[in-house]
C-alpha cells in the first residue's frame, strides 16, 4: 500500500513545483515583455501616439496597448491583464529580495504578489525593507496568518501614511451586484463601520419580522430575504408597522400602537415596491411554452417558471417588444437615444476579446467600419459595437484591426498578429499568427 501510495504522491509534489515555478516564470516574461513591447509607427496615425506609461517607479515605461495584447493572450479581461503585469512589475522592481525569493521557489508567487499589493502605496525603499523583514518571518506560517504579519510591519514602517491610508479607505465606499446565476445575484460592498453594523441590526430586525410568513426558512435564508424587503423602504416600514401591532385589544400600548413605530400605511404591501425596468430577452420559439429560458438585463438566465414566479404578484406594463431585424439604420454620425437604447441591450458586455465590462452608458459605440461622410445607413446594429476607452484608442490608431462579420461578431488582430472571434458566446483565439509552432527555448 505505502508503494502504491506514495507514487501519486510525489507525483503530486512534483507537480506542484512544476507550477510554481511556471508561475514564478510567468512574472518574468510579464517583465520581459513590458520592457520590449511596443507596437508598429506606421500603424498609428497622424493625432494618435503609442502613450508610453509608467506604472511603477523604479521600473521601465510600458506601452499603453500592451494590456489588450496580453488580455487575448492571458484569456482574461483588460483590467486583469493590466492588474497582472503591474504586479509583476512591481514584485521586480519595488521587491528585488521577494522577487529572487519567489525565482527561487522560496516563496508561494501569490503570496508573493499579495505582499507586494498591500506595499504598494510605501515608498520604494521602504517598501523593500519591509518585505525583506517579512521574508523569513512568514515562514511556517499559514496564508492569513503571514499577511497579518505584514500588515503589522507595514503599519509600523510609515505610522502616518498608516492613517491618512484609514481616512482615504472610510471614503472608498462601495456596492455592487455580481455574479448572477439561477435566478440568485450576489451582493458586495464596502461600508463604514457604524454603518456596516447598523444595517446588520436592520436586518436581524427584519428577519424576525419575516420568520412567521417563511417558517421553513434557515437563518441565512431570512436574512437574504430581508435584504430585499429592506431594498423597498415603504414596504419594509409597513413590515415593521404591522409587526408593531398590539396582538391584543386591550393592549396598554398608546394609541394602539407600540413604540416609535406607528401604523399609518394601509396600501397593500405588493404595491409598494419601487418602480422598476427590466428588460426580458426571450427567444421566439419560447413564446407561449411551458419550458424554456429567459434572459433579464443585468440578472443571467433563468427559467420561464421562475420568471413566471417573479412576475405573479406584481403589477407589469408590458413596452413594445424590440426586434433587432426591424430596427432601422441612420444616417447622422451619433446614434439616436432609440438606437443607443437597442445598443445598450443587444451588447450585454463590452465587445473585445474576453471582457467582461458591462456595456454602460458612457461607452463609446464606435462604428466598426470608419465613418465617412456623405454615406447613409452606417450608423446602424452590425457597423456598432461598445468599446471603453483603451480599446477604442487601439482600434481607432490602426494598432488592432477589427471587422463585424454579422451583428455582434466581430474579428480583432492584435498587433503581434494574434486573432480572436468575439460574440455573445464568448472569445475564441482563431489564429496565432503563425505557419506552425516554434519550440521554445526556456
Excluded at 500603424?43 to 494590456?67: M, N
Excluded at 448572477?180 to 447598523?198: M, P
Excluded at 417573479?310 to 437615444?337: H, K, N
Excluded at 477604442?392 to 488582430?413: E, I, M, N, P, Y
Aim: hydrophobic share 40%; net charge neutral.
Amino acid at each position: 500500500m505505502e508503494i502504491e501510495t506514495r507514487t501519486p504522491a510525489e507525483q503530486l509534489r512534483a507537480c506542484e513545483a512544476l507550477r510554481r515555478t511556471a508561475e514564478a516564470r510567468s512574472l518574468d516574461i510579464l517583465c520581459e515583455l513590458a520592457e520590449h513591447y511596443e507596437v508598429s509607427e506606421d500603424s498609428l496615425i497622424e493625432h494618435l501616439v503609442d502613450r508610453r506609461i509608467q506604472p511603477v517607479v523604479p521600473g521601465p515605461t510600458v506601452s499603453e496597448f500592451l494590456s489588450l495584447e496580453l488580455a487575448g493572450l492571458l484569456e482574461c479581461t483588460p483590467l486583469q491583464a493590466a492588474a497582472k503585469l503591474y504586479s509583476a512589475l512591481r514584485l521586480k522592481y519595488r521587491h528585488p529580495t521577494l522577487h529572487t525569493a519567489v525565482q527561487q521557489l522560496d516563496i508561494e508567487p501569490h503570496r508573493a504578489l499579495r505582499a507586494v499589493d498591500k506595499c504598494a502605496h510605501l515608498d520604494a525603499s521602504v517598501a523593500e525593507r519591509v518585505t525583506t523583514g517579512w521574508l523569513p518571518q512568514q515562514l511556517g506560517l499559514g496564508h492569513t496568518a503571514a499577511l497579518n504579519r505584514l500588515d503589522k510591519l507595514v503599519v509600523e514602517a510609515d505610522p502616518q501614511r498608516a492613517i491618512e491610508r484609514e481616512r482615504a479607505r472610510r471614503k472608498d465606499l462601495d456596492v455592487s451586484l455580481w455574479g448572477s446565476y439561477d435566478g440568485v445575484t450576489t451582493l458586495s460592498g464596502r461600508l463604514e463601520d457604524l454603518d456596516a453594523r447598523y444595517l446588520d441590526a436592520s436586518v436581524d430586525r427584519m428577519a424576525d419580522v419575516l420568520t412567521a410568513e417563511h417558517p421553513g426558512l434557515s437563518r441565512g435564508q431570512l436574512r437574504a430575504k430581508a435584504m430585499g424587503v429592506l431594498a423597498n423602504p415603504a414596504m419594509a416600514l409597513g413590515l415593521l408597522q404591522r409587526a408593531a401591532q398590539p396582538a391584543l385589544p386591550d393592549s396598554e400600548a398608546p394609541n394602539g400602537c407600540l413604540g416609535p413605530l406607528c401604523g399609518t400605511i394601509q396600501t397593500p404591501l405588493h404595491k409598494l415596491r419601487p418602480r422598476l425596468e427590466l428588460a426580458v430577452h426571450i427567444d421566439t420559439n419560447a413564446v407561449g411554452c411551458a419550458t424554456g429560458s429567459a434572459r433579464i438585463e443585468g440578472a443571467g438566465h433563468i427559467t420561464l417558471n421562475l420568471l413566471r414566479e417573479y412576475l405573479s404578484d406584481i403589477d407589469v406594463t408590458v413596452q413594445p417588444v424590440i426586434d433587432l431585424a426591424t430596427v432601422a439604420p441612420e444616417d447622422q454620425y451619433r446614434p439616436s437615444a432609440a438606437l443607443k437604447k437597442v445598443l445598450l441591450l443587444a451588447f450585454p458586455t463590452e465587445m473585445f476579446p474576453f471582457s467582461n465590462r458591462a456595456t454602460a452608458r458612457f461607452m463609446d459605440f464606435d462604428h466598426t467600419e470608419r465613418f465617412r461622410s456623405g454615406r447613409r445607413r452606417q450608423t446602424r446594429l452590425g457597423n456598432l459595437c461598445p468599446f471603453s476607452r483603451r480599446p477604442h484608442r487601439g482600434k481607432t490608431a490602426g494598432v488592432w484591426d477589427v471587422k463585424q462579420h454579422s451583428v455582434g461578431v466581430l474579428t480583432w488582430t492584435s498587433p503581434l498578429k494574434y486573432v480572436y472571434e468575439v460574440s455573445p458566446g464568448g472569445t475564441r483565439l482563431v489564429d496565432t499568427g503563425h505557419d506552425a509552432w516554434r519550440k521554445l527555448d526556456w
